[in-house]
């Protein structure tokens, strides 16, 4: 084998995949991430949504958090003697 053939031959060696297998799993787990990011987005914290909450509750006294309901944050809220809930989406 001469030093060019050799040189060449271990080119080749060093640019293929070690296995299709292995390329094709490489290509799979990108696609996975960016399916679960698409599927959760990003939620925004208590205190986001309070602010959120109390600025459309426009002076009303706040009372308390009723926590996270399925996918909005629930804050209680009265203003002349009635009790106002707001919900926030928790996705922004």
């Known amino acids: ?53 109390q600025s459309r509750a426009r002076g009303a006294r706040f009372v308390g958090s009723l926590g996270l309901r399925g996918n909005s944050y629930v804050f209680r809220f009265e203003r002349d003697g009635q009790i106002i809930d707001i919900s926030v989406d928790s996705r922004g």
């Open 1 to 53: 084998m001469t030093r060019l053939s050799a040189i060449l031959l271990s080119a080749l060696i060093a640019a293929a995949p070690l296995s299709a297998a292995n390329a094709q799993d490489r290509g799979n787990r990108g696609d996975r991430g960016n399916q679960e990011f698409q599927r959760e987005p990003r939620r925004i914290s208590e205190a986001e949504a309070q602010g959120i909450a």
